[in-house]
């Protein structure tokens, strides 16, 4: 209540911070792995989708736009659930690597079809087809606005060889939130795609930015 309208724009920026987190660990080495993740993500979006909205409408009753709505909810399992489970049953180091990279990807992707379902329920959107171009054209342009602002991270980050590792931290999550902040004026929902696209270049290009998020998260 205290923070009233801020409450939304606040969750957000959380959720964009954990997102990019998971891209920073993100390592798919090999590619089986690889294929594996692009694989399950394909048949549990597909799946999911469909056996989501169909639970819905038979035993919830829901009418068939809002029961897609919930179908393309219950796929966004990102790192907040996965990744506790993946380490509390301790699987073994591959599988738990593919159900975080599975959970990683669809997160943003269901985020972002739950809104364009809903606003294909509510009459905003005109067909499906509409629904298919603007969740590749807000995916897609997330992605390419993370990559850039992962790059641009990097960059800033090695002319700061210096630097204390508290304003290295600070400079990263400052930038991480102007960037999901600005994907997210141009595109609308775009900031989650493009919270995991900076995490994955950072993550992939300056490794000792993994240890410095980590070390904020432990506190």
């Known amino acids: 209540e205290a923070l009233g309208r801020g409450l939304e724009p606040v969750v ?3 959720v964009s911070l954990v997102l990019f987190d998971g891209g920073l660990n993100l390592r798919l080495a090999g590619r089986d792995l690889q294929r ?3 694989q399950l993500v394909l048949v549990r979006g597909v799946l999911g989708l469909l056996g989501g909205a169909l639970v819905a409408h038979a035993l919830a009753g829901l009418s068939w736009p809002l029961a897609w709505v919930f179908g393309a909810i219950a796929l ?8 506790p489970m993946v380490q509390q049953m301790r699987l073994l180091p591959g599988l738990g690597q593919v159900l975080e ?6 997160e943003p992707a269901g985020a972002v079809l739950a ?4 606003q294909l329920a509510l009459g905003d959107l005109d067909s499906w087809g509409d629904v298919a171009v603007l969740l590749l054209v807000r995916l897609g342009g997330g992605v390419l606005i993370g990559a850039l602002g992962g790059w641009l991270l990097v960059e800033l980050l090695r002319r700061l060889p210096a ?3 508290t304003l290295r931290l600070q400079l990263t999550l400052g930038c991480l939130f102007l960037l ?16 995991v696209a900076a995490g994955v270049v950072v993550g992939l ?3 000792r930015t993994a240890s410095l998020l980590d070390a904020l998260i432990a506190q």
């Open 205 to 207: 290009r300056l490794e």
């Open 163 to 165: 630097a204390g590792e």
């Open 12 to 14: 957000g920026l959380l």
């Open 180 to 195: 999901v902040s600005g994907a997210q004026a141009l595109l609308p929902e775009a900031g989650l795609p493009a919270a």
């Open 101 to 106: 990279a599975e959970g990683l990807i669809l």
């Open 76 to 83: 966004a399992t990102g790192p907040t659930v996965v990744t």
């Open 115 to 118: 809104l364009l379902l809903l």
């Open 36 to 38: 594996t993740v692009i």
